[in-house]
């Protein structure tokens, strides 16, 4: 089945750091891929998105590009700010389920 | 615009209890409607997905059930709460033949 596998947190940056978590999923077809981010105590707000091979989904400074040769999609930032501090789950779509699926999400803490 | 609205917000349950929790959507028709859950320190999962009216798919098998008795109304249910069932509870929309979904602004449920 579908699955999503994302590194494990918390991680812990100080402010203006670069920012990776890793994502890689396993899916049958051709998935679209998501970022989502929830805020302490809030739903989850789409951050970004792609939905073919090489395509980079961007918002609020935050990247990721669909690598279909390696099965990722990883979400980038080049300078982080304690607002950002959050918790990040990775996702993928594929029709035939008619749902998303989701990571175990990574919590990223931004100090100053 | 389209807006989803989850209640309670907060519940505290002793364990036995039923529970009914109730989420609706207003600016959209026939959207797919589903209830995840956030287990402390887990992932999300999805419980339950229903694409119309009546129309109820489970994907874990558990002591919760859910019901859509209108288009743009999703309830999940417990005739009787363990303490298992303690967690973050979303409820979440999607349109047909898109990808993308909205969440709630979810229930912590503490069973106690």
């Not at chain 1, 982080?80 to 699926?101: E, H, I, P, W």
């Not at chain 2, 519940?11 to 026939?30: A, I, R």
Request: one cysteine or more; a neutral charge; hydrophobic letters at 35%.
């Amino acid at each position: 089945g579908d699955s999503v596998t994302q590194m494990e947190g918390p991680v812990t940056l100080s402010e203006e750091a670069f920012l990776t978590i890793n994502c890689t999923y396993t899916a049958t077809g051709y998935p679209s891929l998501f970022w989502y981010v929830q805020y302490p105590g809030e739903g989850l707000q789409l951050l970004l998105k792609a939905t073919k091979a090489d395509d980079k989904g961007s918002n609020k400074g935050f990247e990721a590009t669909y690598r279909k040769e390696t099965t990722s999609f990883h979400l980038e930032k080049g300078s982080v700010q304690v607002s950002d501090s959050a918790v990040y789950f990775c996702a993928l779509y594929t029709g035939g389920g008619n749902k998303l699926t989701f990571g175990t999400g990574t919590q990223l803490k931004v100090e100053l | 615009s389209q807006t989803i609205h989850q209640w309670p917000a907060t519940l505290v349950q002793p364990v036995g209890s039923p529970l009914s929790l109730e989420c609706t959507v207003e600016g959209t028709s026939n959207p797919n409607l589903y209830w995840y859950r956030q287990a402390a320190g887990r992932g999300l999962q999805l419980l339950f997905y229903s694409v119309g009216i009546g129309q109820i798919s489970s994907e874990v098998p558990q002591n919760l059930s859910a019901s859509r008795p209108q288009d743009r109304q999703f309830i999940l249910s417990s005739k009787k709460l363990l303490l298992s069932d303690s967690g973050f509870y979303l409820c979440a929309w999607s349109r047909v033949g898109y990808t993308e979904a909205f969440f709630g602004q979810g229930t912590r449920l503490t069973v106690v």
